[in-house]
Nanobody, 135 residues
Framework: QLQLVESGGARVQPGGSLRLSCTASRSSLLYHTIGWFRQAPGKEREGVSC????????NYADSVKGRFTSSRDNMKNTVYLQINDLEPEDTGVYYCGGRYQDEDAVRIVTSRMCFIENYYDGETWGKGTQVIVSS
């Protein structure tokens, strides 16, 4: 049973960069579509990025496109979220979730259906990593 652990969050100034990591414990994430979500204070969790199991297909929310890049290293059992040009609006707790072996994953990712939180297997969510963007 996949369990994901997020890390890499920090307090940074606007314009800075971070690389978040989503690492699997207990089993491999090789066969999982992975989504990144964030929750700002007082707001609902929103999807920001998703990536298919082979890393060939990604998608991003409009608010982060051009600044966020998702990648994965299945040998290291880790998915990354590179965040550049951070804005105060990026402040929040970042989570990753996994969906096991969905043969329709390419369509799900390209159509942005991967930004629906309950697409992911509920037990995979980690506790999140905090990102604070402030001068």
């Amino acid at each position: 049973q996949l369990q994901l652990v997020e890390s890499g969050g920090a307090r940074v100034q606007p314009g800075g960069s971070l690389r978040l990591s989503c690492t699997a414990s207990r089993s491999s994430l090789l066969y999982h579509t992975i989504g990144w979500f964030r929750q700002a204070p007082g707001k609902e969790r929103e999807g920001v990025s998703c990536i298919t199991r082979n890393g060939e297909n990604t998608n991003y929310a409009d608010s982060v496109k051009g600044r966020f890049t998702s990648s994965r290293d299945n040998m290291k059992n880790t998915v990354y979220l590179q965040i550049n040009d951070l804005e105060p609006e990026d402040t929040g707790v970042y989570y990753c979730g996994g969906r096991y072996q969905d043969e329709d994953a390419v369509r799900i990712v390209t159509s942005r259906m991967c930004f629906i939180e309950n697409y992911y297997d509920g037990e995979t969510w980690g506790k999140g990593t905090q990102v604070i963007v402030s001068s």
